[in-house]
């Protein structure tokens, strides 16, 4: 099938390049065949080779020098999903790759993924088939230089058809390169150009050249193409081939002292060095480090340590050859060494003392180690052994009283040190020392009982391998089968059970369809257990996880909703997406309860949200109650999710409100602080009042009312005090407004409404019902006392 993709070219790259900037013409002599960069020359092509987008930099996703995966990119390795934000996650993958040396590593994308092709065209890959072809392809694509760089800025010289300079263009980057040379010959007809010479170029291995003529430079750019097999020394891939056989000194400063000393740097850091066909070693440790040069240190000798030990400075590197020295008494000493892997090996370089661990569920301090999985099983060795676990080393010593079931071994205590005994064909051996450590594994919790902490709170995860990066997920287990997750910006549903296993309850996660938090799928352990906090270890990889969850209170959600303004970024009734009808809403919500709606330019709205723990305090009920447009949003709601920018609200319904954090805070400004900053200082009273055009002013007589700093405002009769909700704001078209929301004894009910101030100054606000602000129809007027 061929695949569908999407080509992004700068096509009026070439022509912006060509506009001129000279009045009149010069002339000049033409240009030689030497100095015309022609499309089709062979130095056209090794610049092109040279400027060309190098795609090996990520071939651990895609096994394709010729293609580069765009970045940011979804991957799932050995069934774990993360997100390659940079060049440093790559890291990421060869870590899950590493983790272990006997599964299968698979990467998979999360297509559509964008690719980046060897003439930087950017093409959209819809799924594996297609990628496949590109990657197919790369065997038929030129080669890319990938050993010499050219050192921008570079500059060429543009000639017409008679061979006047009519430009110069500035090169600043491969890329722009690349497409300068693709378009020498277009459609317009072929370009000439030709460079302004010296032109630097720098080689892989640091060192530079500077060419003054084409033949310089596509000289220079084929020897760099004949040495692209130079690799700088890096003290990781040293470090890994000094692991990987024993190594032989084959000079020794120019004589034979040390000749056919074999080395063998073990992984744990041990090195140890023999001649001939003895048994015995001489033992040390070894390190390889790094600031301006790679150092290989020997130190702690048994012997030799004059002579052996010390810094050596690596001055050449090659996989299977080591050149270093030192500096003694004032004397470079100079040592050569060499990897031997065919020689017959024994096996103890494949070993180490080490520990293992196995989990007691009952909490007795016993536990069933299976060694030769744990210890055996681990190691990789290319020569022939035999070994065998014993209870002492005198007894490994003597090859006696050998571990009948190792496999099925019980220890006797807790730790207990097991004897390792190593037998080579020729009989040498070694014993290494296995300590076992028996871990508590016990959750004290039923299935009942992890079920019923689920199911009674909100949850996140507080750790996922030691970090963070999902804790602003909410996990709400809102029945036995189904969970809402959300955060980050999405809601969705996935489905969970458990059940009783030999170990202990096993909770499984499924359609986990959500970035980063999908890494939670699959079979979890619970070894740690009690109300409010769990930990899990997975049963199909080495994940671990531990969450905690959270009891929301009213006043977390007033202090979250209270700081910022609101919109509505999701509203869902029977699974029906109604949020397009909200768009222009934003809400204001106060400490007290009270809730403003602004709709539009002009059109205001105001109610309440009252909030209450249900459920012995397990749940957070709130009951969101609005006038007018937003009426439809309110309703009987449970929280699940409260984080700094969303809250979500949800029902049973189902219905759905999802409110997000928009900062803007445009209906503040020095008229509304100014206004409310005058209702602070003191008592005022009504002074006249009209409701349908009939004055109702006695019925606020000997009310005193009192403005407080938090949205509400007290009026006292003398004989008990009402509390009423209030708001000054500008709307978008301009105007004050003053919202009043009261639905309680008379006479204040009356003064619930969205009224214009229409007249106002530290002493006197008059107030006019916002169905039309220019009669008398409803008049508010509060004076100060």
């Not at 938090?517 to 109300?531: D, K, P």
């Not at 929280?639 to 409110?659: A, G, H, K, N, W």
Request: contains cysteine; hydrophobic residues 40%.
């Amino acid at each position: 099938m061929k695949p569908n993709f999407k080509y992004l070219f700068v096509l009026a790259f070439i022509t912006l390049f060509f506009v001129s900037c000279q009045d009149e013409e010069t002339e000049i002599n033409n240009p030689t065949p030497d100095e015309v960069v022609e499309s089709n020359s062979s130095l056209a092509d090794l610049m092109r080779s040279t400027a060309a987008f190098d795609g090996s930099f990520d071939n651990i996703l895609d096994n394709a020098n010729c293609i580069g995966v765009n970045l940011p990119v979804t991957v799932t390795v050995n069934n774990t999903t993360i997100v390659i934000e940079t060049l440093d996650d790559l890291e990421l993958v060869e870590d899950i790759f590493n983790a272990f040396d006997d599964d299968e590593d698979i990467l998979e994308f999360l297509f559509p993924i964008t690719i980046t092709l060897n003439d930087y065209t950017e093409v959209v890959v819809e799924n594996e088939e297609e990628l496949d072809a590109f990657v197919n392809n790369c065997v038929n694509e030129p080669d890319v230089i990938e050993c010499v760089d050219f050192v921008y800025p570079i500059v060429f010289s543009i000639y017409n058809s008679n061979f006047q300079v009519i430009d110069t263009v500035e090169i600043q980057s491969d890329f722009e390169l690349y497409v300068f040379l693709e378009n020498l010959d277009s459609d317009e007809g072929a370009v000439l150009a030709s460079l302004n010479f010296p032109v630097s170029l720098i080689y892989a291995n640091g060192d530079s050249v500077e060419v003054t003529s084409n033949q310089e430079l596509e000289n220079a750019i084929n020897n760099a193409e004949e040495d692209c097999n130079y690799v700088a020394c890096q003290a990781e891939e040293i470090a890994a081939n000094l692991q990987e056989c024993q190594w032989v000194i084959t000079s020794f400063n120019g004589d034979d002292n040390f000749i056919q000393y074999d080395l063998h740097f073990n992984t744990n850091g041990e090195l140890q060095i023999t001649h001939g066909d003895t048994t015995e070693f001489i033992g040390g440790e070894w390190s390889v480090t790094t600031e301006e040069n790679v150092v290989l240190t020997l130190s702690n000798l048994t012997a030799f340590s004059g002579d052996l030990g010390g810094d050596w400075l690596v001055q050449n590197c090659e996989s299977n050859q080591l050149v270093l020295t030192q500096e003694f008494e004032n004397q470079i000493v100079e040592v050569i060494m060499e990897q031997d892997c065919e020689t017959a090996e024994t096996p103890f370089n494949c070993f180490e003392n080490t520990t293992i661990t196995a989990c007691d569920y009952d909490n007795d301090g016993f536990a069933t180690f299976e060694m030769e999985t744990q210890v055996l099983g681990n190691v990789v060795c290319n020569v022939d052994f035999v070994a065998s676990f014993h209870v002492s080393q005198t007894n490994a010593e003597a090859n006696v009283n050998a571990i009948v079931a190792p496999n099925a071994y019980t220890n006797t205590s807790n730790p207990q040190t097991i004897y390792l005994r190593v037998e080579a064909i020729n009989g040498d051996f070694q014993v290494f020392e296995i300590e076992l450590v028996v871990e508590d594994c016990s959750s004290n919790c039923s299935e009942t009982d992890v079920d019923a902490y689920l199911q009674g709170c909100n949850w996140n995860v507080v750790n996922f391998n030691g970090d963070d990066h999902l804790i602003n997920y909410n996990l709400d287990f809102t029945s036995s089968t189904e969970a809402i997750i959300t955060g980050n910006g999405i809601t969705t549903t996935m489905y969970w059970s458990s059940y009783q296993a030999a170990e202990g309850v096993v909770v499984e996660f499924s359609n986990v369809a959500a970035p980063n938090i999908q890494a939670i799928t699959g079979s979890w352990l619970v070894v740690a257990c009690e109300e409010g906090r769990l930990e899990f270890e997975s049963l199909n990889s080495a994940n671990t996880m531990v969450m905690e969850c959270h009891y929301y209170t009213p006043e977390e959600l007033l202090t979250t909703l209270s700081e910022c303004q609101w919109e509505v970024y999701s509203f869902q009734v029977d699974n029906v997406d109604q949020t397009s009808d909200y768009n222009d809403v934003l809400f204001s919500f106060f400490e007290n309860d009270f809730a403003i709606a602004e709709v539009g330019e002009s059109t205001v709205n105001y109610g309440n949200i009252e909030a209450e723990n249900t459920n012995e305090g397990t749940e957070l009920s709130v009951l969101f109650a609005m006038t007018g447009e937003t009426h439809s949003l309110g309703g009987y709601y449970s929280v699940i999710s409260i984080t700094e920018d969303e809250v979500t609200f949800y029902t049973s319904q189902p219905r759905r409100l999802i409110l997000r954090k928009t900062c803007t805070n445009d209906n503040q400004d020095d008229d509304t602080t100014q206004i409310k900053d005058w209702l602070y200082d003191g008592n005022w009273e009504v002074t006249y009042s009209t409701m349908e055009s009939a004055d109702n002013s006695q019925d606020y007589d000997g009310i005193v009312f009192n403005f407080q700093n938090n949205a509400t405002f007290l009026g006292d009769n003398g004989s008990w005090i009402a509390e009423l909700d209030y708001e000054v704001l500008r709307d978008h078209e301009g105007n004050l407004r003053f919202i009043i929301n009261y639905l309680g004894q008379f006479p204040y009910w009356q003064m619930d409404d969205d009224w214009y101030i229409t007249s106002v100054t530290s002493t006197r606000i008059e107030l006019h019902a916002v169905n039309d602000a220019n009669n008398s129809d409803f008049v508010l007027v509060f004076e100060k006392m």
